[in-house]
């Protein structure tokens, strides 16, 4: 469905199948894997029919989650390439983070954020997929160091890939009408980091996808900008490797 | 099997204290290597008292049968062939649950009161409560725990818990016919491993000592060795046992550590999203891109 002809399409059908599929596994997993690792949270078995079923079901969505990541990573990787652009991006993040967003530079369609987000959960889902094989007792029977190495690297790492997708989600609901991209597929076309733009941004829903990462707010000043040496104005043109430029004047 | 007529001191994943008011004296077995003629009585009386029946198996060049510990054998002998002082020794040992005073097993259980230890220092596995996720195996110094085939339970030496909470003696001491297997206070037990390794001291046994190790707080079940500084010698009966600190670690610092991290977080997201409020599309663009709308609109029309 597309609800405004205009809207810019960002993912498809079947990349938000993907994504749903990673994201569904991933909360399964924490809510049977968080009961093996702090006694406060045993109560969560109790949603998989009790402990001994939320341990015969926890590896199983595991690799479920480990296969769909791999289709996900697969496919994205490459937009995910760290630039220069991304470390300016990353070096002003504190700033955006603050309420000012003056000085981010344009991106592509993921900023340096989602980029090293995108890298670190990737890293987190190897390490999962490696260490919860070498303690799942039910179809392996490792060397005891190996299943202790893998029972200490398990649970710190399924920590810091919680709190990963904590700051995934928030940033979903912090950057406004990030989320519909999640469920349609597209955004508005005041959405992207340079709305003023020409070229795909602007080109409706049945379109190439749209090919930037989220708006990253509006100067209200132009700032100045080192760069062309002169205030910037808001409707800078794109890198030119990703917008074929028209020559519109700003 | 846990028999709840016994305090419980020590429970497995709870955070709170167990019960802690009734004091009663720390039991421990003692296992008098230097005295064991190998006959595997104590192996069928722990098989006959707990009704489990292991498979006959095969003759693997050794006596040992069954050759490891299982669901269907809480305890095994294990026989080495070595050369100390140029003789050939034959080394017996009967292996089993240690019930540390600090156990690895109960350390790594993540459910609650799957592994209980009693006041008298025997730790038991509540297979009610187990979840079959192995975990004991994991944290046990020893490698003791065993997870059945069939109903993928952990199982081990309960030190005939339900024989010891009335009054009687676990079956492998009761049916010992050299009396290598001794029961009592743990007290006491030191006291009869002491005499024990003077009389072989003096028989030429230097090194003769007992096997409590610290690293685990000490065991309830103990062994008079004759060379107590070379304990691997005896199937590799470990020098230093202690938890991993791999274990330590993940049962550990990770749990407060992560849960804080976490709980931060949560509360950071919702802190910033108060004081910053949300990241939005600014009326400025949206009215800009009515604007355009607009001009195209008309534009078309015009070209009509």
């Known amino acids: ?250 | 099997m846990a028999l709840q007529s016994l305090d419980i001191v020590q429970r497995s994943a709870t955070t709170t204290p167990s019960t802690q008011a009734r004091k009663t004296i720390e039991v421990a077995k003692l296992i008098d290597v230097t005295t064991c003629i190998g006959c595997k009585a104590c192996q069928v009386a722990c098989s006959e008292w707990n009704d489990l029946r292991a498979d006959v198996g095969t003759c693997v060049g050794t006596y040992d049968n069954p050759t490891d510990l299982s669901d269907q054998a809480w305890t095994v002998m294990r026989f080495s062939e070595t050369e100390e002082n140029g003789k050939l020794e034959w080394l017996i040992r009967k292996d089993g649950c240690m019930h540390c005073a600090d156990p690895g097993c109960l350390k790594a259980c993540p459910s609650p009161g799957a592994i209980i230890q009693y006041a008298n220092g025997i730790v038991d596995f509540h297979q009610e409560n187990c979840i079959g996720c192995g975990y004991c195996v994991t944290g046990c110094p020893f490698n003791v725990p065993r997870l059945s085939k069939t109903d993928s339970k952990a199982y081990k030496c309960s030190l005939c818990s339900d024989r010891v909470a009335v009054g009687q003696e676990p079956a492998c001491v009761k049916t010992c016919p050299t009396g290598a297997i001794q029961f009592g206070s743990k007290e006491d037990m030191k006291e009869v491993a002491a005499t024990r390794i003077t009389d072989l001291k003096k028989r030429g046994f230097d090194q003769a000592g007992l096997y409590d190790p610290p690293g685990v707080g000490g065991t309830h079940v103990m062994y008079v060795l004759h060379h107590a500084d070379k304990p691997t010698l005896y199937a590799n009966l470990p020098l230093n046992p202690a938890v991993s600190a791999m274990v330590s670690i993940w049962k550990g610092l990770t749990k407060p550590l992560a849960i804080a991290s976490l709980a931060a977080l949560s509360l950071g997201s919702l802190f910033h999203y108060i004081s910053k409020g949300p990241n939005e599309v600014s009326k400025e663009t949206e009215r800009e891109i009515e604007d355009e709308d607009r001009a195209e609109a008309a534009r078309k029309e015009k070209q009509a």
């Open chain 1, 1 to 250: 469905m597309i609800r405004d002809p205009k809207d810019l399409k960002r993912y498809t059908a079947s990349e938000r199948l993907n994504h749903w599929t990673v994201g569904i596994s991933f909360i399964l997993l924490a809510l049977s894997g968080l009961p093996f690792f702090h006694p406060a949270f045993f109560p969560f078995t109790q949603f998989f029919g009790g402990p001994v079923w939320a341990r015969i079901l926890h590896p199983y969505i595991g690799v479920l989650m480990a296969l769909a990541f791999l289709v996900i990573f697969l496919r994205f990787w490459q937009l995910n390439r760290l630039t220069a652009v991304d470390k300016a991006w990353l070096k002003n993040a504190h700033k955006m983070v603050d309420g000012d967003d003056h000085d981010m530079p344009e991106q592509g369609k993921y900023n340096g954020g989602q980029k090293v987000m995108f890298w670190a959960l990737a890293l987190c889902m190897a390490l999962m997929t490696a260490s919860g094989l070498a303690i799942w007792r039910a179809w392996f029977g490792f060397d005891i160091t190996v299943v202790r190495l893998g029972a200490v690297v398990h649970a710190p790492t399924a920590a810091v890939m919680i709190a990963l997708i904590m700051v995934h989600v928030y940033a979903a609901i912090w950057v406004k009408g990030t989320v519909r991209a999640m469920w349609y597929g597209t955004v508005t076309r005041a959405w992207p980091s340079s709305t003023t733009a020409p070229g795909t941004a602007r080109s409706p829903a049945s379109d190439a996808q749209v090919r930037l990462s989220p708006r990253i707010g509006r100067p209200v000043d132009p700032p100045f900008d080192p760069l062309l040496n002169q205030k910037r104005t808001r409707c800078r043109p794109f890198p030119s490797s990703l917008q074929p430029w028209t020559g519109r004047p700003c």
